[in-house]
């Protein structure tokens, strides 16, 4: 393992792609690419599996539930996060790298919004993307900027644990799920009872994780959670219909009072080659979206966002212009992130419909 993973960092790649009979391939500048090793036979990654979770409870867990995250540590080599899956009958993993090193807001280059939205005594930020989307990295920066600004008390709930924090001005406690708590249930059926300030919630998938982010946001603390959502509208929808209808008002009342900010984010190829940036569709929970959260009028929530460029909020698509405007990244490939390429198009000539534009 520790081989192939060496393989992978040293030509900067991302992801570890293990496949029974065929060879190691790794995610390298977006396009995955075959290593120069033989294909692995079953038993071969059977034993790869056995030492990514390197305990064999998990590997009795994984057996039985044919899916298994894993938190993977190699000395010299990095950290990363193993995702373990069963396909024809045969085990199959990736492994994607985890920067030792926590980049900052500044060092990604990432909206100084972000740092304002950090600065939020309480409310709920939900940071969302794909899988690959750099969630968990932005997340990291943002709690980081909290750790060196201010004395506070941070509790996060991951699946697993990607970033390390050390305490600086804050006291950080990482809990892991499967190491340190039995689910992210049973550990929000706590976390209030641990005197946090800020709560970082891994993955929001249902009713009571939800519904505990929601009520700390509304008491007094900041929380942070991810949805694997591709826009602002489509995540309040997405938590709204995890709801029966007759809860559907009291949610939306909660997120007009709860709501802080919403950071839906895509990786696009660097114009040098050199990694990739992120374009970020920001959403601040101003009075405009806060009345439009409590009416249910999701469908106008990207004009509100497109026409209030001066409180920070920006569509994809402006994200991406600016990162055109600063030769981040080029035209084609920014036209093929976009959602709204044709709009895309109009944007960088200037052209904006229904709104002051980039204001």
Do not use: W
Not at 126 to 148: P, Q
Not at 181 to 207: H, N
Not at 248 to 260: A, F, T, Y
Not at 267 to 272: F, I, Q
């Amino acid at each position: 393992m520790a081989y192939l993973l060496q393989i992978l960092v040293e030509n900067k790649g991302s992801d570890l792609h293990i496949q029974a009979g065929d060879p190691p391939r790794g995610r390298i500048r977006g396009e995955l690419v075959a290593f120069p090793v033989e294909p692995l036979p079953p038993e071969e990654v059977v034993r790869l599996a056995k030492e990514a979770l390197n305990d064999s409870d998990r590997y009795a867990q994984f057996e039985k539930a044919h899916e298994f995250d894993s938190a993977v540590a190699i000395e010299g080599v990095g950290r990363f996060r193993a995702n373990l899956f069963f396909q024809r009958g045969r085990i199959g993993m990736v492994l994607r790298q985890i920067p030792t090193k926590i980049a900052s807001i500044d060092d990604l280059n990432l909206p100084p919004v972000l740092k304002k939205i950090c600065e939020a005594g309480q409310g709920l930020v939900l940071v969302t993307g794909a899988t690959g989307s750099g969630k968990s990295t932005t997340l990291a920066a943002m709690i980081d900027y909290i750790n060196a600004t201010r004395p506070e008390h941070i509790m996060t709930i991951e699946d697993p644990v990607e970033f390390v924090h050390q305490n600086k001005m804050c006291l950080i406690n990482q809990r892991e799920v499967g190491a340190d708590t039995p689910s992210f249930a049973s550990a929000l059926k706590y976390v209030l009872r641990q005197d946090p300030d800020v709560i970082l919630i891994g993955e929001m998938r249902d009713i009571e994780t939800v519904s505990v982010a929601l009520t700390a946001a509304e008491t007094g603390h900041l929380v942070f959670g991810t949805l694997h959502t591709q826009d602002c509208a489509q995540s309040v929808e997405r938590i709204l219909n995890l709801y029966p209808a007759d809860k559907i008002q009291q949610v939306r009342m909660q997120l007009s009072l709860g709501l802080q900010a919403i950071l839906c984010q895509r990786l696009v190829a660097k114009a040098d080659g050199k990694g990739r940036a992120a374009a970020i569709e920001i959403l601040i929970a101003t009075p405009l979206v806060r009345k439009l959260l409590l009416e249910g009028v999701t469908s106008k929530l990207p004009a509100a966002v497109q026409a209030a460029t001066s409180e920070g909020m920006q569509t994809f698509n402006q994200a991406l212009v600016k990162l055109v405007q600063a030769g981040a990244i080029s035209e084609e490939d920014a036209i093929a992130a976009s959602s709204k390429p044709d709009e895309l198009k109009l944007n960088l000539k200037g052209i904006y419909s229904g709104t002051s534009g980039m204001g």
